[in-house]
């Protein structure tokens, strides 16, 4: 097989992966802070790394390597609603406005991110760690670090920047690269100074919190990714991924304390990969205004969650991407073309090969091992499925590949799943189908009034009849 070129944002270029130990290949993403649901720009970022997921599963065999264990924690404390050290808690500044229960908060969302990724047919992972589970390691880690590189203040203890090597080598921070958005705060040695520990301020009501020996408070943002990956993957590993706004000040800490913790210029991960940002038209989506586009919002409109991982795949993971809804249209449009060739496929009977299939394997390899090119793999996918020199059991064998990369559901998924009711829609799908059996025989009697009535009716309910759709669907969502 090919070998697998990463872009590493600790070097700004592509690195052929060479994994620690073949045998157990080791990556940790980022995760979910459970305060909210995760738009659909949060969620890109897991698409991209279930890719890299399959990626290296998918040529684990060939290259020699073992078994994968990827970990992604759940920030259930700490993360503020600033990237840097000032602001409340994301997760008690939701209890307050909401008046709810802090615990009840965090497994809610928790489970309705898990269930973003399942409808996304993303594959899960090893372990999802929660933050609040690891809050006597993380207390741990503080004292082990404090003497050397910490300092305290009224509000905590912070990490001193300056006594660690490179700081900032990954955001690039001594260039006009750097994006860092740094607030400072009274007394800090130097403003990229952060928080290890928060002590809660006299008369702050918190529902989390801990004792520890610089006051009782809870453990900075930073500090649980540092601890997690550590505790189920090594003090160093193969990959870490995550968004590329982690570049600039999250991931440049995390690399800080894991140098402080091991004594050496290691960052903690030997390749660091970042997604770029979906965008909604003209501004970067974002939770911050309390209006954003979540999974449910695509499903309540008549869209199934894999067209939207379809249109992920179309674009590169580090470049931005627009959304837009006549482009998840298309997208969707284009999930169900493969859907009604793989039907076709299984309809046919089967006769010998002129040509073998291998050759769409490999360039299907060629095409995810440079970095990942879901983009450049997809035309390859509909060349496969037109392949008549291919007899159909040959290229349905094909297709897992495929779909063991891509991650969607073509060698399982059928027309009828992709049938999505919008929430508004008042008739089920029984009474689509009888609706339009209905009008089937109005038209063959040339009642066109009477077809025009039951097709007038449909639509108000949120159904549009597609009368020559090439695609021969009798009927779409609107």
Known sequence: MTPLLLFNSLSRSVETFQPIDPANLRVYSCGPTVYNYAHIGNLRAYVFTDTLSRVLTWKAGDMGWGSLTHVINITDVGHLTSDADAGDDKMEARAKATGQDIWAIARHYTDAFKQNLSDLNIREAARFPLATDHVAAMIEWGEAIEARHCYRLPDGLYFDVSTVPDYGRLARHASDEGEGRIEEVAGKRHAADFAIWRTSAPGENR????????????????????????????????????????????????????????????????????????????????KSSGQFTRL?????????????????????????????????????????????????????????????AAPYAERLDQAVSDDLNTARAL??????????????????????????????????????????????????????AARLTERRAARAAKDFARSDAIRDELAAAGVEVMDGDPLGWDWRVS
């Not at 809870?218 to 997690?228: D, I, N, Q, T, Y």
């Not at 870490?240 to 600039?248: A, S, V």
């Not at 979906?278 to 974002?286: G, I, V, Y």
């Open 296 to 356: 449910q919002t695509l499903v309540d409109r008549g869209y199934h969650p894999l067209s939207y991982r379809l249109m992920c795949l179309q674009a590169h993971y580090r470049s931005e991407m627009e959304f837009s809804w006549e482009g998840l249209a298309a997208a969707q449009t284009r999930l169900k073309r493969l859907v009604q060739a793989v039907e076709a496929l299984r309809a046919r009977p089967d006769a010998p090969s002129a040509a073998s």
């Open 379 to 432: 035309p390859v996918l509909d060349e496969l499925l037109a392949d008549k020199t291919i007899s159909p059991a040959d290229r349905l064998a094909a297709l897992a590949d495929f779909d063991a990369v891509l991650g969607l559901g073509l060698t399982t998924l059928d027309r009828a799943a992709l049938r999505v009711r919008p929430a508004k829609a008042t008739i089920n799908e029984a009474g689509i």
């Open 207 to 286: 529902q989390m919190e801990w004792d520890s020996p610089w006051g009782r408070g809870a453990p900075g943002w930073h500090l649980e990714c540092s601890v997690m990956s550590r505790a189920y993957l090594g003090a160093l590993f193969d990959i870490h991924t995550g968004g590329i706004d982690h570049r600039e000040i999250h991931h440049p800490n995390e690399i800080a304390q894991n140098q402080a913790m091991s004594g050496t210029a290691d960052t903690g991960a030997n390749y660091w990969l970042h997604n770029n940002f979906l965008n909604e038209r003209d501004a970067k989506m974002s």
